[in-house]
């Protein structure tokens, strides 16, 4: 039997995994939406031809008898709530990033699922997922570089608008190496230093681009990570570990190699959507599946938290310029 | 509804696209199989926790009511009868390649659609769903190099079994290349010609290997094809597109780069099931996508044919060592 | 001391080398030159501010007591005549390519330099003075492919002047792969066929561009040489050689990567003077140490006869479509 | 007239420049040389076929009348002493890194021919002659990639002696960084700041290895340079130029690309020696051409100067782990 999902939010990014759900991925069908705005709601169920009920909030939806287990794509600001309430109803819950906007509300969704007893909660990180740097993290695992002593990172965007402020280069940028890089060493980090190069000419007047996250783990491995968000020539995302013998690099998207006009190239891609599509995919269906063998795997609720506590602190190293301690309570064995 | 499907021939290729059809593929479930070890088709459903119905050959499966469209993989000179039997019955049917083991048996399914006035087979090449030829195509459609002149391909193997011989080279090996350039190409071969190199050290006695086969199309573009089924050293496919300004080249499989040991290296695969994995998903996915919106479409029994026929002559060209003609009849209008 | 060095022709090749011998290379100078049209050569002299005699005519620079060794580098149909009086003089002699414009003018060459008793013929081909050549047969050499079985190389040029005729594209372009690959396999070329693909609308009318030559050599391995004179993106030399266990590639010139506008390229080159201009330096200086140990090596007037046979078999084979055999004589032990 | 040299030093690297200027580079001769250790000096002479003489210690031998101009290639305390004897004779002088073993040092030498009046001495910083660097250092200066934000690099040796002390990854290994990029981007440091990531297992007990340097430049463009002296895979040179809108990265050494044993490789150099020694050849003969024409040219006194505070900085940072300011005075108009 397939499972049956609510989804809380049916802006792009709920409408994509809805899309996901029906027409691409395996054992889920959505029976229940709901969204701030009922009407957008009722559109896309019929858009997508779904036969799901409308309801009214998340706390409807999220008691509703057939909802197996919910999506929560929601407004960032409502994660928190919604993820309890799901926890509080025992049912299994996908969340977007973030998983709560401050620590200390990962912290309660943490506590939340603690005291239940299992774990219930799948953030949606999806680079874990990507095939990449599935293929990174075999190679560093196999122990043919040796261990990783330094990692060389960068996240590239051709550019973004107006609303993208400082802070967002950590919050909705960085925030996705700091997911993967702890999941890629198995490792938490210690401490970051921000430091700001000379600003490009092409970012506007109050964005400060691009910046340097200097990142320490608790085994002494060195990270660096440009965040360039007007780089202009495309999106790139870039992670070379240095181990002791050896260096292992992210595969490059694998293109066309072209010999034209005086250039032997490859292209690079310039829209992020295009870069971790299959990802989104693959993260997705491990949560059906996980839900449905009762194991929820994947990003958890402390990894949103530990997330959420480095961002906190990166923002801060932003602001200081000095070396900003990364404190993360030890981890609970629930999460071992 | 999800489409009903009949599989006949339960050996490995038929057990993965039954795997396929089960756990990876949307829209289908395999409600009917036999095979001629009836005991394995139980045996094959009953592992795969599949509820179908054993049924004792390919024809009572082909007549069963509720088999909406047939999967043929069985015993290659079993396939002309079993999808003449579908075209008869008015089922789709997906036949792995080769479509019949002549080309007059292929003629006979070609003329047997027509007289059914619609699409119902598509033949199991499945390259022209990889990733990486779609890429191409795109490249070569886009006529930003021009019009393709040249083609400089390989095909190799690390090694191949003592059953290999040397007409499988253009039956098992060249029959991928014979199918996917003229799909990229959109063009038909007329005539070809095949020479051999010295005979590497690493094949068997009764082995000619390696083998250039070179091909010319209708526009009178030029193709090369290396065929070099003990090269030692991987599984490697490469596809070079030589157009009036400039050239494009089939992606590499993407992998992690490596420095290590003095060497700055990318793996390369050594077994064919890894390299096109994923378009064996595509390829039945969109028989099985098409036969629900009522379009059987891809590779059709009139690309069996010229496959076939053109096989033949190229097997006549390893004999006689002349340049031989490819004389395909004019392309029927139902197959425009 | 250095060698006192006689120049014959003071165009632009003889410029070159002039200049060379001058500005660049160790061990001679320009003492004697001389042209068909004696005012250009005199200009040259003092252009360069060589304090060298101009002489009347060719002969009379080879006779001249202190010319120690000769460069000739002036019209093609002239070079013979000059090659054979520099050896009845006894004096070493550079020649460019061709050593003569038949192959019978060749054998005059071989059999009076076999007279002679003595090594004293270098001709001017400068691909095996290439890094890249050098360190490819380094890998052929060192048995870590195994033995070639097959070369598919490519020649092309961004375009050409309406001087170029289709038999150009052997004798001045292919007899470059003609001497290379010789030297590279240490082997000779039995037969030859061209195919000619369909033709590019960049070139001329009276241009058959591109072609394809295939060679055998007397053990077997089989070449391809793309010759393709109008690609528009490049001046490009591709050499990969497919031994028993593996594969080599000619270098591509070393390049700044970009990543640049939705692209990550590496320039090509347009002009062919840039790609093969270290191997020109080396070429003739190898010739002046050569001279000065008393023992002329690099290329030799064998090695220019066999070009020009095969070079004939090439032109043969482009008119009859067949493929012609290449018949040189057994190697004269002189030049083992 | 070739230029008379005094060498002043006959260990590895002066036996090393009298073999290039005896056999590789153009118009020069070797007339002088002394050595600490006489016997040596004298045994270099007859070894490599000199006709020089063997002065008693360098004040002598740079007061010889033919000694035109000076290479000091002595040990490192002893090059102050010695260039300042040069310039006080009004002789070029051609110093191997370092210029002075202290900042103060290279100030008085600095000095002193400003004092003198006319540029004569030239400091053995290779890098800026490497091909690849100029090449990259063109890129840039074109404007193509906008103006430079960021620099990644790297200096990595496979692996180092007993004698190899954590600062020497300043003195020894930076230095070329510190004196490259300082040329690259026509700009000077401000600041630097050294991190230690987790110790490879690899080095020695006393020796901290890896090392990240952090520095900042006066137009605010952000370097790092990670110096990873036992990474035990080659020896590698890495330098990637971040821009306003393009990326451009020193190239790799050219080399054969292989397919062997499931990988496309490419080899990496073991030895740094083979990865510059082009560009000593090009430095050298540089020195000299610059002599005769009467314009010493390269890197500069004021340069070797900047080096050298740079390097104190450096190696406060490395104790202190603090940002450590490197304040050079106003570079005088002698040196714009």
Not at 17 to 27: K, N
Not at 162 to 190: G, S
Request: glycine residues 8%; negative net charge; hydrophobic residues 45%.
């Amino acid at each position: 039997m397939s499972l049956k999902l609510g989804v809380i939010g049916t802006g792009a990014i709920g409408q994509d995994h809805i899309r996901r759900c029906s027409q691409t991925l395996l054992g889920s069908q959505v029976v229940a939406v709901t969204d701030i705005n009922l009407a957008s709601a009722a559109k896309v169920g019929s858009d997508l031809k779904l036969s799901a009920e409308v309801y009214p909030d998340g706390h409807a939806l999220i008691k509703a008898a057939d909802v197996e287990a919910v999506l929560v794509t929601s407004w960032g600001p409502s994660h928190e709530e919604f993820v309890l309430a799901a926890i509080a109803a025992g049912k299994p819950v996908f969340c977007e990033k973030p998983l709560a906007v401050t620590a200390a509300g990962c912290r309660r969704i943490v506590e939340a699922e603690i005291a239940h007893g299992k774990r219930l909660v799948q953030v949606g990180f999806m680079r874990p997922y990507d095939a990449g740097y599935q293929a990174l993290k075999a190679v560093i695992d196999s122990g043919q570089i040796g261990e990783p002593l330094m990692l060389h990172c960068a996240h590239r965007n051709p550019r973004v608008g107006e609303n993208y402020k400082t802070d967002m280069a950590i919050t909705d940028t960085l925030i996705h190496e700091l997911d993967v890089l702890r999941w890629l060493l198995a490792d938490d980090y210690v401490s970051v230093q921000v430091v700001f190069p000379r600003k490009t000419s092409k970012a506007l007047a109050h964005l400060r681009d691009p910046q340097i996250v200097l990142l320490e783990t608790a085994r002494g491995t060195r990270i660096d990570v440009e965040v360039f968000v007007n780089c202009q020539y495309g999106y790139d995302i870039q992670c070379e570990v240095v181990g002791e013998s050896g260096i292992a690099r992210l595969p490059e998207p694998s293109q066309v190699q072209l010999r034209s006009e005086a250039k032997l190239s490859n292209a690079i891609l310039m829209d992020w959507k295009d870069r971790f599509i299959a990802a989104y995919d693959v993260e997705l269906q491990a949560f059906i599946d996980g839900v449905r063998a009762g194991q929820v795997g994947g990003p958890s609720a402390w990894d949103g938290f530990a997330a959420a506590v480095a961002a906190d602190a990166c923002i801060e190293a932003q602001g200081s310029g000095q070396i900003v301690k990364i404190e993360l309570p030890e981890r609970p064995g629930f999460y071992a």
